[in-house]
């Protein structure tokens, strides 16, 4: 596969993930917004039992890992569109070799070869 085609298929993927994710993280704003409305919204706990309270404690804290795991994703896809720009995507972070073309098409966000992964 030429190196060009690679990343232009490469950068096609990343968009495609990029506004994939960017729907996904606005989903999950709107969930988490209406888990924090349900706790507001519980005039008193004193009559909740603690599992109860447990239970929307952890919803809201799954939604919130959720949220943090996809914006770290949308950084790393952001990262790999710039250096595709700049001429320094598919290049090893470490050792500077080239990026076999297999693993780019696995993990079009990969910073590194095999060797240093």
């Known amino acids: 596969m030429i190196r060009e085609e690679l990343f232009i298929q490469a950068k096609q ?15 999950q704003a709107s969930i988490n917004d209406m888990h924090q409305e349900q706790v507001d919204n519980e005039l008193s706990n004193y009559d ?9 404690l952890f919803e809201i804290e799954k939604d919130l890992a959720l949220q943090g795991h ?32 297999k693993r780019l098409m696995a993990i079009p966000t990969t910073k590194y070869c095999m060797d240093h992964a």
């Open 70 to 101: 996809m914006q770290e994703e949308l950084k790393e896809v952001n990262e790999a569109l710039l250096a595709i720009d700049s001429g320094s995507y598919g290049n090893c972070r470490v050792c500077g070799t080239e990026i076999h073309h």
């Open 48 to 56: 909740n039992h603690p599992a109860d309270q447990g239970s929307n």
């Open 13 to 27: 993927l990343l968009r495609d993930r990029k506004e994939k994710l960017q729907k996904l993280l606005s989903q």
